[in-house]
């Protein structure tokens, strides 16, 4: 794809090629509206705020009574229906921010960029920095010269302050570096014009990725049949050089019968349970049962009952006294 080249007096200069990834597209206008809505919703702030009933300043005391009065029934002074009372779901602060893939922010670029292009809106330029000086009207015959006539965009390919200087006055004119290009000014703004460093710029951080060279394979070698097949003799030597593996003890692998049986002798050996005794035969019973009783030990003199002792004789209580007259009554 072919874009044509202007100098400073509006005259072509020559063509170049541009990817048709970036200003060959057919527009997404769904996600260009997403993105136009999503860049305005972060570009709010969100303080507004407003006082509720509760934060504002008055009495809380009844203005009159409930009933009665022949009048609405009325609250405190910061009722909402009153003059200079709280508001009623009123704006809060807020964040109204809305996330935007970066696939979708791209392709809202580049949608914008090739409608630009398609409506005959989009310029380019060969150079525009070359301003010994900041000077509106340098700006002004070139914007003229490009057939622009109303608001106008000017993106450049790295920040120039000379540039920015010379049209910061004009009005609906805004200066940007190719970096900061976005939708918003893409879309409010109706004539694009870009140097020839912005268009490469631009096709840089927005065009297709170059696709990297596929590595190419390296045939396998196949070893000769000498090195997979080697000589008889070969192999004999290999075998003659190799070490012997050790053969292990037969006391480790298996151990001697002794120490097998030295084991065993020194197990707890288990306790044998006493045989029941054998009940004797009848015969044995009846002597036994004949045979005289061995007498009884005479039994033990009791100890005569330790007489009690007495108890002691009552004393005579002694005789009460006989409370005295009062004088005079004698």
Known sequence: MKLAVHNAQGKQVRQINVDEAVFGIT???????????????????????????????????????????????????????????GVVFGPRPRSYRQALPKKMRRLAIRSALSGKLADGQLHVIDKLGGLARPKTKEVVSILQNAGIERSALIVTGEP????????????????????????????????????????????????????????EEKPRRRRAAAAEEPAAEAVEAAV?????????????????????????????????????????????EASVAEAPKPARRPARPRAAAKEAPAEPAEEPKPARRRPRAPKGEA
């Open 240 to 284: 003659k050089e190799a070490p012997r593996p050790r053969r292990r003890r037969a006391a480790v692998a298996e151990p001697a019968a002794e120490v097998a049986e030295a084991v065993v002798e020194e197990r707890p050996k288990p306790r044998r349970r006493r045989a029941p005794a054998e009940k004797p035969p009848a015969e044995a």
């Open 160 to 215: 120039d302050r000379s540039v920015l200087v010379s049209a910061r006055n004009l009005p609906k004119t805004k200066v940007l570096p190719a970096p900061y290009l976005n939708v918003v000014d893409l879309l409010t703004h109706r004539d694009l014009l870009l140097t020839e460093e912005a268009v490469r710029r631009v096709e840089g951080l927005w065009g297709s990725a170059p696709e990297a060279p596929a590595a």
């Open 27 to 85: 527009p997404n206008l769904a996600v260009l509206h997403q993105a136009f809505v999503a860049q305005r919703a972060n570009q709010r702030r969100g303080t507004a705020s407003t006082k509720t009933r509760g934060e504002v300043q008055g009495s809380t005391r009844k203005i009159r009574r409930q009933k009665y009065t022949g009048s609405a029934r009325q609250g405190g002074a910061r009722s909402p229906v009153r003059t200079g009372g």
